[in-house]
């Protein structure tokens, strides 16, 4: 039971340390650089993901007609 009161009381002591620096100027800085920097993650993932569809597509696609034309006909021919 003590542990978890240390754990408690140190997680108390993190986030009244986070919350200080997110209202001082370099800590707002800082939540704004995170939130800038999670928004153009986002917006990346939705322009890459269709494209990075697209494009296993085509690789799967190759990767068969490789298979069949290149690898079966010439190590197992029928």
Do not use: Y
């Amino acid at each position: 039971m003590k542990s978890l009161h240390q754990f408690c009381k140190a997680i108390r002591a993190g986030l009244s340390q986070m919350n200080t620096l997110w209202h001082e100027d370099r800590g707002e800085f800082a939540l704004n650089t995170v939130i800038g920097i999670a928004i153009g993650l986002i917006v990346a993932a939705f322009v890459l993901i269709p494209s990075i569809q697209d494009f296993a597509t085509m690789v799967m696609t190759d990767m068969d007609n490789w298979w069949t034309n290149a690898v079966g006909s010439q190590i197992f021919p029928n």
